[in-house]
């Protein structure tokens, strides 16, 4: 063909010279290509290898938190078997002790009784005391047209004095650190403001208690003068069944002052 020349034996040399050449170049490429694909592999395979690792040392925690638990039961079981024979002990001793325990409690309900912490009933007086409605009809002094502090201490002085088991005066029980004293337009009983109609009711024997209003000076003069003097509104009724209630204040003493012996 025109145009080409032959080829010489330095071309044939050169041509062999190139193939010899690329040769450990695709022996290398080869390598890496096969270190690639085990760096990969390792890759994929170690979160496997961390994750059994893991899940090994949760599942040890684990088991320790159970023994731990197991451990502390066993211990509260014991607790728990010693503090029933303690409180077996206990019982035992309350048992031979059951006598003493029934004084105690006989005991208990009279001083709770006498202090009046508990709400009684039983036969007794009632006795209802009002202001005058209408003082200026008979152009009346207003201070003695209504009922004061000390009207109701005379009246319930007197049924202390008749034997009077329990008192209360406007629903309030009265006990020995009870007082009724005036406050403003209303009298004041215990802690409890009190107003007209006042109702005192008195737990005893009706007949004694009726008699005594009349045997002292202070409540007879009361009920035979003032009343009908001002046009106080006054009843007293027998009742064979009242209801007191408890008394609900504080009984310890604000104040104490000793006796001048002299």
């Not at 003493?253 to 012996?261: F, G, I, N, S, Y």
């Amino acid at each position: 063909m025109r145009g080409a020349a032959p080829r010489t034996e330095s071309d044939r040399r050169g041509t062999a010279s190139a193939r010899g050449t690329r040769g450990p170049y695709v022996l290398y490429a080869a390598v890496m290509v096969v270190l690639g694909f085990s760096l990969v592999a390792a890759i994929r395979a170690a979160p496997t290898t961390a994750g059994t690792v893991s899940a090994g040392d949760r599942q040890e925690e684990l088991i320790q938190v159970i023994q731990d638990l197991e451990a502390r039961r066993d211990s509260l079981e014991q607790s728990l078997a010693s503090l029933r024979l303690e409180i077996a002990g206990l019982d035992r001793r309350a048992a031979s002790s059951k006598g003493l325990a029934a004084e105690f409690a006989v005991q208990t309900e009279r001083l709770s009784m006498a202090a009046g912490l508990l709400p009684v009933e039983g036969p007794g007086l009632q006795i209802t005391i009002a202001d005058n409605p209408r003082p200026q009809e008979r152009d009346l002094d207003a201070e003695g047209a209504i009922v004061h502090d000390y009207d109701l201490r005379a009246l319930v002085n007197a049924l202390w004095l008749g034997g009077a088991e329990a008192v209360s005066v406007g629903g309030e029980r009265l006990t020995q650190f009870s007082a009724i004293r005036c406050v403003g337009a209303t009298i004041l009983v215990n802690t409890t403001r009190v107003a007209s109609p006042f109702v005192i009711e008195a737990i005893g024997d009706p007949e004694i208690l009726g008699a005594a209003l009349q045997a002292e000076p202070e409540s007879r003069a009361l009920i035979t003068d003032y009343v009908k003097r001002y046009g106080l509104k006054l009843s007293v009724q027998k009742s064979q069944r009242l209801e007191i209630p408890a008394y609900r204040g504080r009984l310890a003493p604000r104040e104490l002052k000793p006796v001048d012996e002299t």
